[in-house]
C-alpha cells in the first residue's frame, strides 16, 4: 500500500556559461509542484513540475 500527497517547493539556480567568449551568469527561480509517494517509509518524490519564473543573464564579473 503506498501513501500519496503532494507539495510546493521554490528554488533558485545559478548557471555559468560561455556566450561570444564572455563567462555569462543566469539566475533561475523555479516552482516545483511535486507529487510524493510513501514506500518503505521513505517519502520519494513520484512527479515534478518545474515552473521557471524569473530568469535573468548578466555577464559575470572576475
Known sequence: ???????VSY?????VR?????EV???YSV???DIYVRQNGTWLIKERTA?????DARALQG
Open 1 to 7: 500500500m503506498y501513501i500519496y500527497t503532494n507539495g
Open 11 to 15: 528554488s533558485q539556480m545559478k548557471m
Open 18 to 22: 560561455e556566450e561570444d567568449g564572455k
Open 25 to 27: 551568469i543566469i539566475d
Open 31 to 33: 516552482k516545483y509542484d
Open 51 to 55: 515552473h521557471f519564473s524569473i530568469i
